[in-house]
């Protein structure tokens, strides 16, 4: 065996702590970020920004993604499940940085969590502020787009406009598997983002945390002029929010990111989207 090779067998044979550090005053405990995958490292990237103080637990669901194409039944009981894991091992908070997993999980996760529990829908409510022509197209998985939460999302903030849901099935795997600049990327694309060109839309919602990796590839294949919007940055700013009221602030700006599928696999994908290499932990919410 090679010696890089062994190094990351040696990291990934160490069994991640099964607590966060149990020593330190409650509010320098991390933050819990969960995703189907790596979609919501964008997400991670913004509450990064805001919070640079704050340390992050990020846990890649890798070996259920895609979520969206999953029945809600699972996906539900998934997302209770790693929230419930997430609180026992430490958190102090907890973020669903998955649109489809808070369309499905969310109000059952809130019933059985005592902690904060922040989570993202696609920004229909800022779409309606912005659009001028009245149009406004989502991209998200169908799991999203088929679920009541999303049809009162839109029937609360912008039932007086058209909004084109686009299921996109396949290009969140596909953004991980095949990497975002891959010809199989740029064919969903295509399929996907063509129906929106006609439709007069001038602001696109990206309501799933994997699509701002792909924002300049759907933005060249969109008019000029038309807007995309991604919730990072509002979470971010709810995170905080959230965190001062409840007097959780506080941590030293470490990130642990841990994964349900091969580490060796998943850090691979991490250095490709995320730019830098980040050990991944193995670790199965139980
Ligand atoms: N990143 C997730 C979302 O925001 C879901 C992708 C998937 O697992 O299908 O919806």
């Not at 406004?136 to 998985?141: D, M, N, P, W």
């Not at 691979?268 to 139980?286: K, M, Q, S, Y």
Request: aromatic share 6%.
């Amino acid at each position: 065996m090679s010696a890089g090779r062994a190094r990351i067998a040696a990291r990934h044979s160490r069994s991640p702590p099964a607590r966060f550090a149990v020593d330190a005053p409650f509010n320098h405990h991390p933050v819990a970020v969960f995703d189907s995958g790596l979609g919501g490292l964008t997400v991670l990237r913004a509450l990064r920004q805001r919070l640079p103080d704050e340390d992050f637990f990020y846990f890649a669901d890798t070996r259920f993604l895609p979520y969206g194409d999953r029945a809600e039944d699972f996906i539900r009981q998934r997302g209770e499940q790693i929230a419930a894991a997430l609180a026992r091992r430490g958190a102090k908070a907890l973020v669903i940085a998955c649109n489809t997993a808070t369309a499905v999980a969310v109000e059952s996760i809130r019933a059985a969590s005592a902690l904060p529990v922040v989570a993202l829908e696609p920004g229909v409510k800022p779409a309606a502020a912005l659009t001028r022509s009245g149009v406004i197209g989502v991209l998200a998985t169908t799991r999203t787009l088929h679920s009541q939460r999303f049809q009162r999302l839109v029937g609360d903030h912008a039932s007086q406009y058209r909004v084109i849901g686009q299921a996109c099935p396949g290009l969140a795997d596909a953004i991980e598997r095949c990497g975002p600049d891959s010809p199989e990327v740029e064919r969903l694309l295509d399929l996907f983002v063509t129906p929106l060109l006609d439709t007069g839309a001038d602001v696109v919602v990206l309501g799933c945390t994997h699509y701002p990796w792909v924002a300049g590839m759907i933005s060249s294949r969109l008019p000029a002029g038309v807007t995309l919007l991604d919730t990072g940055a509002a979470v971010a700013r709810q995170l905080e929010h959230r965190l001062e009221t409840a007097g959780l602030r506080g941590g030293g700006g470490r990130l642990t990111v841990a994964s349900s599928g091969l580490p060796a696999e998943v850090e691979a994908t991490v250095g490709r989207l995320w730019g830098t290499i980040l050990p991944v932990d193995h670790w199965e919410p139980a």
